[in-house]
């Protein structure tokens, strides 16, 4: 069973930063796209970045806040996240694809999905 784990989250303060870190059981072929969503309190599951073999995607609250990355050696994706916002308060969760279809900001579009982890951003 493929297992997803997330680590990084916490309580910050507006204008801090985190790095969120997600590692799989699986290895991580290049072909594969990784992604990070986010889900607060009475809300659905948003988009938040996505990472494939080339290119990174953004919503629009979070371009030039966050950044995606992954090293396939050790099975990891990272976001690093700078300028917290309150309204990034939320459970971060990571998730694989590994049939790309080019629908990355779709949760339906990934097979695999972490436990999730708590960013708390205070005012």
């Known amino acids: 069973q493929v297992q997803l784990v997330e680590s990084g989250g916490g309580l910050v303060q507006a204008g801090d930063s985190l790095r969120l870190s997600c590692t799989a059981s699986i290895s991580i072929y290049n072909n594969y796209a990784m992604g990070w969503f986010r889900q607060a309190p009475g809300k659905k599951r948003d988009f938040v970045a996505a990472?494939?073999?080339?290119?990174?995607y953004y919503a629009d609250s979070v371009k030039g806040r966050f950044t995606i990355s992954r090293d396939n050696a050790k099975r990891t994706v990272y976001l690093q996240m700078n300028s917290l916002k309150p309204e990034d308060t939320a459970v971060f969760f990571c998730?694989?694809?590994?049939?790309?279809?080019?629908?990355?900001?779709?949760?339906?579009?990934?097979?695999?999905w972490g436990q999730g982890t708590q960013v708390t951003v205070s005012s």
């Open positions: 990472i494939n073999w080339s290119d990174t």
């Open positions: 998730a694989v694809d590994t049939h790309y279809t080019g629908r990355y900001n779709y949760t339906d579009e990934y097979d695999y």
